[in-house]
């Protein structure tokens, strides 16, 4: 049988589309060291390591929220969410979802439902977090978005998504309380416990 050359070009863009299923796919039969979080922002994937000082944070926020919106709040970490823009499967470290969010058919939970996130940096994905996942989650609406940074010890809050950007961009010290009343999470989280890397 001989094969057209227009068969294929067809044949390729069919079976290598690079999508997140099937990156997702690839990295879950892949040995990924215990402790790291694996996520693909704009098709590279990227492997952090889960500290101690990056847990202690993150079960604080979580803590708020529950403390605030109960123990049955729809409070996610490191759960994958595919976010706008090419190949952005992200996995924050904190996302709490809209009252009544509901998977979709394939088990997955919606961007668009996303009302709250936090990122504790780590060295090696802080421009991530402070470019290309901050620009998806602007695009998405997530009305507030947190950086957390252990090393020098301070925040920044970004609100008021518009066009794939925050209008709003606020930083506070650690010691001094996120307020975020007045917005879509409506709670104040303390800084004073979260520990420095």
């Known amino acids: 049988m001989t094969v057209v050359e227009t068969d294929r070009i067809a044949m390729a863009d069919e ?18 060291p215990e402790g790291y979080k694996v996520e693909i922002v704009g098709g590279t994937i990227t492997m952090s390591p889960q500290r101690d000082t990056h847990w202690a944070i993150i079960r604080r926020i979580v803590r708020a929220l529950e403390d605030r919106f109960g123990m049955d709040v729809t409070a996610l970490s490191d759960v994958r969410i595919d976010f706008p823009g090419h190949l952005n499967g992200f996995a924050p470290d904190v996302a709490k979802l809209a009252d009544g969010a509901d998977r979709d058919a394939k088990g997955k939970w919606h961007a668009n439902d996303v009302r709250f996130v936090a990122e504790v940096l780590s060295r090696s994905t802080a421009l991530n977090d402070y470019g290309p996942k901050k620009i998806a989650y602007a695009t998405a609406g997530v009305p507030v978005y947190l950086i957390v940074d252990p090393y020098i010890g301070r925040c920044h809050v970004y609100t008021e998504p518009k066009e794939g950007e925050y209008a709003v961009d606020r930083t506070i010290n650690f010691g001094e309380q996120i307020d975020l009343t007045g917005t879509d999470v409506d709670l104040v989280i303390k800084t004073d416990g979260f520990p420095r890397d």
Do not use: K
């Open 15 to 32: 079976s290598d589309e690079l999508t997140l299923d099937s990156l997702f796919g690839s990295l879950e039969a892949m040995p990924v």
